[in-house]
């Protein structure tokens, strides 16, 4: 079975700064697609980006960008240019791409808390 | 532009009483998923479903049942309410195609409180 591993329950950062979120995750399988989700105090899961494990360029969607290490099994999210508006809870999550496996569902991580202090 | 609904957004149940979450998408997507979200924790799988009339286990299905008799339509359902049930519940649904990455929407979540 797929594990996700988040490693930091919180992370801090000021306003403007660049923060990196950790997340591992354990597989045998070699295509998957990875996820991070933002979650506010609203509660509503908001896909940020998204990576799949057959493209070796990192995905970038704005002020946010993934390090996709494949062969570490490692998948950080970085936010460049933070805004108080950034501050969430942040879920990585893993989807098998194989049909017939496990592809139906997404594995989450349990979470880092970013802080974005004024 | 609704996406995924979820009804009721709050509830507080007593033990032993039961109650139907329910969980209704217009974008036509085949997948559906019932997710449990425990304080410190990532979300886990209760049920899925595949397609209209088709549903199966997921990570945590003891105590809950689901249906899905429309393409539209996926409630949950709780008997014999627990205080081990006291969650916040998402419902989500994804277009599957084969070789495409297609994202996950998610309802807004209902935070049930079983006392």
């Known amino acids: 079975a797929q594990t996700v591993t988040q490693s930091q329950p919180e992370m801090s950062v000021q306003e403007a700064e660049t923060v990196t979120l950790s997340c591992t995750y354990d597989t045998s399988e070699s295509d998957y697609y990875l996820f991070w989700y933002k979650q506010p105090p609203s509660r509503q899961m908001i896909l940020v980006i998204r990576?799949?494990?057959?493209?070796?360029q990192n995905a970038t969607e704005n002020r946010f960008s993934v390090n996709f290490q494949k062969a570490a099994k490692s998948f950080s999210l970085k936010i460049s240019d933070s805004q108080l508006g950034d501050a969430a809870m942040y879920f990585c999550a893993y989807r098998s791409a194989n049909s017939g496996g496990s592809n139906y569902k997404l594995t989450f991580g349990k979470g880092t808390l970013l802080t974005v202090n004024p | 532009n609704a996406g995924v609904t979820q009804t009721p957004k709050f509830r507080i149940l007593k033990i032993g009483q039961s109650m139907t979450l329910q969980c209704t998408q217009d974008?036509?997507?085949?997948?559906m998923y019932w997710y449990r979200q425990d304080p410190g924790m990532g979300l886990k799988l209760i049920y899925y479903?595949?397609?209209?009339?088709?549903?199966d286990k997921g990570e945590v299905p003891n105590g809950y049942n689901v249906s899905r008799s429309t393409t539209e339509d996926f409630p949950l359902r709780l008997e014999l309410a627990a205080p081990s049930q006291t969650s916040v519940y998402f419902c989500?649904?994804?277009?599957?195609?084969?070789?495409?990455?297609?994202?996950?929407?998610f309802g807004q979540g209902t935070r049930l409180t079983v006392v």
């Open positions: 989500a649904s994804r277009h599957e195609r084969t070789g495409l990455n297609t994202e996950a929407f």
């Open positions: 990576q799949e494990a057959y493209k070796q």
């Open positions: 479903s595949v397609g209209a009339g088709i549903t």
């Open positions: 974008m036509n997507h085949n997948y």
